[in-house]
């Protein structure tokens, strides 16, 4: 028995558009000798779910395709196809659908299983779309028996996955007490630090303690902010992992479930040793390509400032897009450093990208005079500085209405944390490259890629240099905040692991600075709720990823 683990990467709400990518890469899979094909969560709409699910039409659109395609399959004489649709729930009670494995074979659809476990705090996407399914499905096919959970189904989610949801039931486990040859889990894990080790920790488990052979199918590619790494795996009834598709490519992996050996040439299953930055370089870039071609952009633009956020994103775009896509854009003030033009200049040629030097000194002083009667008699302050951010964000803009680019966005969380950037100015942006990153984290990054590299990608000058906005003589970030080692290290303890005040001070930290910090990331929230969506690379991106409320008294 060969099975077929269809890893594609599909578009959001593109039903029609997915059902053929689906369609080629069972068609792949059969030529590889597979009788069953299996796909991802939601593959037929796109993982995550969406708010297109409210409409009928939609569901309807769904529901149209799964005949259709099944009707392909049947036509073409191809192996069933075992895939994730939102199915109309047959019962007036509840939510109207279910997030659903369906599989089409003799040109119909058939449901298998409806997923059970929806986070009850409303943390997850399907909360707002799906009922809660009964119980596992059983598929069987070719002489063997197959129970087959959706998403967090066959996780069970006791400390191994998360650790932060509680469920009353574990599907899988009742679902085996009637038992099974094997376990099929169709899945849709975005990436997270970690969090790869983790999903295989968790189906390794499931496998090992039923003693049945576990595959699992997950979506890859980016999707706005969730990015998808894929990583497929093939479990035996050991808990061995057997068999994995690629990571953050598509992929189509045939694997014999008796032997459970994988047919032609695919990645070995231990994936070799990997840096933990190999892996968020692997997403960002994935992250930036899928989101600007799925949102019908070819080439990117952003401002280049000699610093090490600009520079890191530079990279990253060059590498998703192709350098010839990319236009960096120096655009220095009265307060630059000449040094902040020439380090510009550096990494474009290292990454071979196109830049252009606005300098915006008659933008300022055009703005000043315009202001100079309202503004009498006040001294210069921040105001004068956002000024700078928000006309060099201005001409970003035109440079990307003018010429069709999508602009990236070169914050980074520690800064987003702190409300240290400007709003409708360097704030400004189509996506938020690294707002998911700490500052230390994307110095970890740059010195990992120069390392990867044998070369100096990004110059050792921005490395090396202090970070400063330059938006008055002389300036430091260290002006305004901590050093960046000791500021990450509280964010870390506040926004990843959840510290108060008290038990900030109790690991150590200055009460004054504590006490600080968080009055800062609270009052910054209006902030990040009207910055651009960022790739998410962590389990608490900011945000869009946690939300908190702005109008409110903390204690």
């Excluded at 488990?205 to 706005?224: E, F, L, R, S, T």
């Excluded at 906005?469 to 970030?477: C, G, N, T, V």
């Excluded at 905040?481 to 964010?491: K, N, R």
């Amino acid at each position: 028995m060969k099975i077929g683990l269809l890893q594609c990467n599909l578009v959001s709400n593109d039903i029609e558009g997915n059902a053929e990518i689906l369609y080629r890469a069972l068609v792949g899979a059969a030529a590889a000798g597979a009788e069953l094909g299996v796909a991802s969560e939601l593959a037929l709409c796109g993982c995550p779910a969406t708010g297109e699910l409210r409409r009928r039409a939609f569901v309807e659109r769904c529901r149209f395709a799964l005949t259709d395609l099944a009707g392909r399959i049947q036509k073409e004489d191809l192996p069933p196809l075992l895939l994730g649709a939102p199915v109309a729930n047959p019962v007036p009670q509840g939510k109207p659908l279910h997030n659903c494995s369906v599989l089409l074979r003799g040109g119909k659809s058939m449901v298998i299983s409806r997923k059970v476990l929806l986070a009850a705090d409303g943390t997850h996407d399907d909360y707002y779309y799906f009922e809660s399914g009964s119980a596992c499905g059983v598929l069987q096919f070719q002489g063997w028996r197959f129970a087959v959970a959706v998403g967090e189904d066959v996780w069970n989610d006791r400390g191994l996955w998360r650790g932060r949801r509680d469920y009353d039931s574990d599907p899988l486990e009742e679902f085996m007490i009637g038992g099974a040859d094997a376990v099929i889990n169709l899945t849709g894990i975005p990436f997270s630090r970690d969090g790869l080790q983790r999903h295989q920790k968790v189906l390794s488990w499931a496998a090992g303690k039923y003693h049945v052979p576990v595959v699992a199918v997950n979506q890859i590619g980016g999707m706005d902010s969730s990015i998808y790494p894929g990583g497929s795996m093939v479990f035996n009834n050991g808990g061995d992992l057997c068999a994995r598709a690629a990571l953050f490519a598509e992929d189509v992996l045939v694997v014999d479930l008796n032997s459970l050996q994988p047919c032609g040439t695919p990645c070995p299953a231990s994936g070799g040793k990997r840096e933990p930055e190999e892996d968020i370089w692997n997403a960002l870039v994935l992250g930036v390509r899928d989101f600007a071609h799925k949102c019908g952009f070819g080439r990117a633009v952003l401002g280049l400032s000699g610093g090490m956020d600009s520079a890191l994103v530079a990279a990253i775009a060059a590498e998703a897009l192709g350098s010839g896509n990319v236009l960096g854009i120096m655009l220095p003030s009265p307060y630059s450093s000449a040094g902040s033009i020439d380090d510009s200049l550096a990494l474009a040629a290292n990454l071979d990208l196109e830049t252009l030097s606005i300098p915006i000194r008659p933008g300022l002083e055009a703005i000043d005079s315009m202001l100079a009667g309202s503004f009498a008699g006040k001294e210069a302050d921040v105001t004068e500085e956002n000024i700078q951010a928000r006309l060099r964000a201005l001409i970003l803009m035109a440079f990307s209405n003018k010429f069709g680019l999508m602009l990236l966005n070169t914050g980074n969380k520690s800064e987003a944390a702190m409300g240290y950037c400007t709003l409708y100015g360097d704030s400004a942006g189509a996506l938020g490259v690294i707002s998911d990153l700490y500052k230390t984290e994307v110095y970890a990054l740059a010195e990992w890629l120069n390392r990867k590299r044998g070369r100096e990608v990004i110059p050792r000058a921005i490395i090396e240099k202090a970070p400063s906005a330059e938006l008055r003589p002389e300036q430091k970030d260290s002006d305004s905040l901590p050093e960046y080692p000791l500021l990450d290290a509280i964010l870390r303890a506040c926004l990843d692991e959840g510290c108060d005040e008290a038990e900030l001070v109790a690991r150590g930290f200055d009460v004054a600075l504590a006490r600080k910090i968080l009055c800062l990331f609270r009052k910054a929230e209006f902030k990040r709720r009207q910055s651009p969506p960022g790739l998410y690379v962590s389990g608490c991106a900011l945000g869009q990823g946690d939300r908190r409320p702005i109008a409110a008294v903390f204690k």
